[in-house]
């Protein structure tokens, strides 16, 4: 019904396919980075309210915030290359809640800060400031679902003409709740996996060091049992043709998912018998894997609506040239600066 | 038009953008400047052996860190995130034509993250050369993404040859792009010295306040002398238009610009106190005061910078209601909400004005305006009326093109200004209560061919003059008619008399007391400049008097005489009474009547808002002057309302320059008629005469219908002489080329009755009128190379004028014609005969004097030759149109 309100797109400077690996790409490490950080603040508030807190694991949840806006930035960028028609049209949608997430981050961000840097002195402000943090996140976590859900659902979009001023959430999805609890669940497991492999270059006492990762494999463990279900319920709300195209309609698809969750049974495996650098591995894959699910998810919505391939490409290549090469400039760059971390002596001469 | 709207109606997303705007700047110069403070400061500590300067840079770090990396670069997120909801169409734009851009910036931008966080958790934990050598890298990163955002903001205000081309690198590297990268990193330096007072005042030890508040004087002033030249280098390479638009004709810029003037003379002279030795309490406060100041600072030029780039939101390829100048054609064709997408209402009828209206604003306004909060449009259109604002609408983009052109056909126009002036102003237009002229008596003097020795005619020379009507605010045309008059003695060959006789007029008896009806003789000193009697014109003419012999005419001029009469009824058309006498014996020689036409009806009502001043029927209001003093004042930079207010109302023409009162105006301004005729074309245009109508008091409809001769009855209006609005105005401003004002008044105007503008002749107003030959070619009515139209064929001058001209006797051409405007066979609302009382009371029919072989008016035998012109004898005579 309002497909004819589909905003018309720009036009590309290069293949439509460059965008799309360079959104899986970087949304993977973004959301390794999210898991890390959202999960681990969560399992940090779980142990401050059982009385477990260990300072190693959650000292760096300042830097996590730091690197996972940042990455959290190419991602969007490309994410706005290949669909901001769609996008912006829902983010206008939720303009109000989408814009708070910009103050609400800045004190979230200060609150990681507070929580560790006044651990000691205040420590009531200490876990308020991680207490407020995590809902934080929560809370941006639950926009982003919001807006990535209607972005794909122009069939929705008529909830503007009610309420143009950006109030609109979009509640009445039947797949929100199970995809925000599929994600935190998600966020809970890397972060579980997260906090295992800090413990593991910790230089701390052997037994607690095996004991804690023994501990948070078997977070990741559990969590992923019961992703079988939860993810099951999400992928089960979304319409039909979606869910089918990952029952053969689709053989990539459908090789995606399976791939998805035979790398959940050996996460099992892995996690359950105490195995960090196979769970590790293991894990990142299935976070790689789900990213393309997701983007297949994404085509299977809009596949009547919109394909990236129909951007118009004008086919300038230099600027993408240029990109690649700063982009290893500044991979050498951080190479050199983690480089000085070691070389350079400890004290100041 | 593509996107839907963020409607936000009292906030508005222009506000939004700005405070996040402005926050994130300042810190993000800061993110910049900062960096080579601390690597610096750390050399010197290091270098100089300091350790509490060491330390204070340790300290610094760590508020520098908070500032920049978790401030400055969420907030710069923000900034994305608001103009994406703002203007979702122009973000976009910019994401896909710099995708890579953004990309670079961010590894610059992660750069710039590694190196701060190793830089502050390393702090002390490293050997110096590592650890200064990561503040360069910190640095460097932080300039470099300065570099990649500059070329893109400087792509948004001078886009180059990108237009053309498309070219990224053309949009990266344009025109500010130099000028814009050194004026930001002054401000990054400056802006490092200032918040290095912030952490520097609060350090324990005074003497290491005094060591660190002398160096951050040095980051706060070394770098201002290139920031006053750069600045004017980066006001050279803007285009003439933005440059415009900044400083001369938009007062909009005014807060700002005057905003970066006193933060700047408040930053550099606060900051003196730097060098002053003061308590720590006032240290404090002066380092947040000159933190307050930056972001102060930092909203004049982010403000200037988005009034430089008005009316677009990106230079030349899409304006700030997210509509291309491409598209503009089709949309003004089509119509704007059959091509919006985001409305659930498609068209515009009759039915649905204003629900289409809110639509139409809502889509294409928003962008800039709230309804009634920030730049709110219920504070801006209160002086106009729903017509006014279809004129607004009309000229948006023109004149001033701080606003970009409306985008829509002529009814979605309708729809928008019935929008604002209904709904949200709660204002209806009064029923129109038709006016119908009382239909006056008239006494036609006696003629008898057989005995009468003499001829007299007489004639207004203007056909119609207009009053301005309320002096208290200003006045550009004052109570000032003119008669003529011309006497012949009868006979074989009749004789023009020009001397031995004394010609005198006078005015109906209701029209005896003008100063009664008329605020001329109030303000008549401030204005004008002379201390009238009451009821005394400009030229010492009152209603009753006696006219000077002018070579062969009698004249008197500038009549003060105004259409109220005593008995309060409106009547443009007094009429006068003039005998011819005797100069020695007092005999009266002729007695004839004219009508000396004035009216007060001037149209500025209909769109200033303000009704009529006087009984409900004519005159000028005075919320009418107000508001048209306002506008004026708003374009032009004057202050004629508050000079009104305080007493002291201007003649327009003491600025603008009028033959028709001999006032010479000033060097650099246009005349007045090319001012107000090649302003208001503007906002007028695609009219026929209706567009005359508008201001004259021409509309056949109203209260004067000065529009009243031969030619009106016969389907010749006011452009088949004068041209459109377009065209009259064009004349006149090509004859005004050589002043600023006149290529932006025509830059936005289309010839209606010419090709082109080139082909439109110069023309000084009051002095070269349409020729009458043009169509009446050998004096004849159709004769060949007759097109239906005067316009572009000027007399040469003033001599040539129809109103001055005589023929081989020195007979005027008006005197057997009749007035400008009302040449006989006139049809006057107030009473058919009105102005043809000479034609009725010499030949007794209402054509032009001698018409149907009626020579036997002047000449006392038969003629049968062209006494006067060609064509005048022998030829089938013309119907009477008035009988």
Known sequence: MYDSIIPTTDTIPVHWLWFQVLLIFTFFIHMILMNFLLGGSLLTVWDLLTGKLEKRASGSIPTLVALTVNFGVPPLLFVQVLYGHLFYSSSVMLAVPWLLIVPILILAYYGAYIFVKQADRAPLLSKGGLIFTTLSLLYIAFIFVNNNTLAIQPDRWGIYFKNPGGWNLNLGEPTLWPRYLHFLLAALAIGALGRAIVYRFSKMDKKEKESQIKRNLKIFGWITIIQFGVGSWFWLTMPDTVWKTFMGGSFFATAMMVTGWLLALLILHSSFTGRLTTAMILGGLEVLVMVIVRELARGAYLKELFRPSQLENVGELSPLIAFLLVFVVGLLAIYYMIRLIFKSKDSPS | ?883
Not at chain 2, 511 to 523: L, T, V
Request: net charge negative.
């Open chain 2, 1 to 883: 038009m593509n996107y839907p709207v963020w409607y936000l109606p009292q906030l508005g997303g222009g506000l939004l953008i700005a405070i996040i705007a402005v926050l994130h700047v300042v810190i993000a110069h800061l993110a910049v400047g900062g960096g080579l403070f601390l690597v610096l400061t750390e050399r010197r500590a290091v270098l100089t052996k300091n350790s509490a300067l060491l330390e204070y840079v340790r300290k610094h770090t760590w508020f520098f860190l908070l500032l920049t990396m978790v401030f400055g670069g969420v907030s710069g997120v923000g900034i994305w995130f608001i103009i994406a909801l703002v203007n979702p169409a122009a973000t976009s734009s910019l994401i896909h034509i710099f995708v890579f851009g953004w990309a670079i910036e961010w590894v610059f931008f992660i750069g710039e993250i590694v190196a701060l966080l190793i830089y502050h958790y390393r702090f002390g934990k490293m050997d110096h050369k590592s650890h200064m050598a990561l503040g360069w890298l910190y640095f460097i990163f932080a300039w470099l993404s300065l570099f990649t955002i500059n070329g893109i903001l400087g792509f948004m205000l001078t886009p180059g040859k990108w237009i053309e081309t498309g070219n990224f690198w053309h949009g990266f590297l344009n025109p500010s792009f130099l000028p814009s990268l050194i004026f930001r990193t002054c401000i990054a330096l400056i802006f490092a010295g200032v918040f290095g007072l912030v952490t520097g005042a609060w350090l324990k030890e005074r003497e290491n306040r005094r060591t660190v508040f002398r160096l951050c004087a040095r980051w706060m002033y070394i770098p201002l002398l290139i920031l006053v030249f750069t600045g004017i280098y980066y006001t050279r390479v803007i285009s003439t238009e933005s440059f415009e638009n900044l400083f001369h004709y938009n007062r909009e810029s005014t807060p700002f610009i005057t905003l970066i003037i006193v933060s700047s003379i408040l930053l550099f002279g606060l900051g003196l106190f730097t060098l002053v030795k003061t308590s720590q309490t006032v240290q404090k406060i002066g380092a947040l005061m000159l933190v307050l100041i930056c972001f102060g600072w930092m909203a004049g030029f982010e403000y200037m910078r988005e009034i430089a780039r008005k009316p677009f939101v990106l230079y030349g390829h899409m304006y700030s209601t997210g509509i291309t100048p491409a598209q503009m054609e089709s949309v003004n064709s089509e119509g704007f909400l059959a091509q919006a997408k985001w409305t659930e209402v498609k068209e515009v009828t009759e039915d649905n004005m204003e629900e289409a209206g809110a639509e139409i604003f809502r889509l294409q306004c928003m962008a800039c305006h709230t309804i009634d909060g920030y730049n709110g449009v219920l504070n801006k259109s209160g002086q106009l009326t729903e017509r006014g604002l279809e004129a607004l609408l009309t000229g948006m983009g023109k004149v001033n093109s701080y606003m970009p052109p409306f985008a829509g056909t002529g009814l979605e126009k309708r729809a928008v200004a019935a929008y604002i002036f209904k709904e949200l102003q709660g204002k209806s237009i009064p029923s129109a209560v038709g006016y119908v002229a009382e239909s006056l008596p008239l006494e036609i003097p006696a003629f008898d061919p057989d005995t009468s020795l003499y001829v007299l005619l007489a004639w207004n020379d203007l056909g119609m003059h207009s009053i301005s009507d309320n002096e208290k605010y200003f006045s550009f045309l004052p109570p000032a008619n003119t008669l003529n008059a011309q006497l012949f003695k009868r006979g074989a060959l009749p004789e023009v008399v020009t001397s031995g006789i004394v010609m005198e007029y006078t005015v109906e008896e209701e029209f005896q007391h003008p100063e009664y009806h008329s605020m001329f003789w109030q303000y008549d000193e401030a204005i004008f400049g002379a201390d009238l009697p009451e009821g005394t014109g400009l030229m010492g003419k009152g209603v009753n008097g006696t006219m000077e012999p002018h070579g062969s005419v009698f004249a008197a001029h500038k009549i003060p005489v105004v259409p109220y009469m005593d008995n309060k009824t409106y009547n443009p058309y007094p009429v006068f009474t003039i005998t011819a006498k005797d100069e020695s014996t007092g005999e009266l020689l002729a007695v004839t009547k004219a009508v000396a036409p004035t009216s007060t009806e001037m149209g500025c009502r209909n769109c200033h808002e303000g009704g009529w001043a006087w009984n409900d029927v004519s005159g000028m209001a005075d919320l009418t002057a107000i508001n048209i003093l306002k506008a004026h004042d708003r374009f032009n930079g004057t202050t004629l309302l508050a000079d009104a207010e305080n007493g002291e109302p201007k003649l327009c023409q003491s600025c603008h320059a009028d033959p028709a009162v001999m006032a010479p105006g000033k060097p650099d301004v246009l005349n007045f008629s090319t001012a107000i005729h090649g302003f208001h074309a503007n906002y007028l245009e695609g009219m026929d005469q209706e567009a005359c109508n508008m201001c004259h008091p021409s509309h056949p409809d109203g209260k004067t219908n000065c529009f009243r001769g031969r030619h009106s009855q016969v389907g010749v209006g006011c452009t088949e002489c004068h041209g459109t609005l377009e065209d009259h105005a064009l004349g006149l401003l090509a004859n005004q080329s050589d002043k600023m004002a006149s290529a932006r008044l025509a830059r936005g105007l289309e010839p209606v009755f010419a090709a082109s503008k080139e082909e439109i002749k110069p023309r000084m107003p009051w002095l070269m009128e349409p020729d009458c030959r043009s169509c009446h070619t050998n004096y004849n009515i159709f004769e060949d190379g007759f097109d239906g139209t005067a316009f572009n064929r000027w007399v040469p001058g003033f001599e040539a004028l129809y109103r001055n001209r005589t023929d081989n006797h020195g007979v005027m051409c008006s005197a057997c014609h009749g007035s400008t405007h009302a040449v006989y066979g006139a049809y006057n609302n107030y009473g058919l005969q009105r102005d043809n009382q000479q034609p009725l009371q010499y030949q007794g029919l209402a054509g032009t004097i001698g018409t149907h072989g009626q020579c036997m008016v002047c000449h006392t035998v038969e003629m049968t030759s062209n006494g006067h012109h060609r064509n005048m004898v022998n030829r089938d005579p013309l119907p009477v149109l008035v009988e």
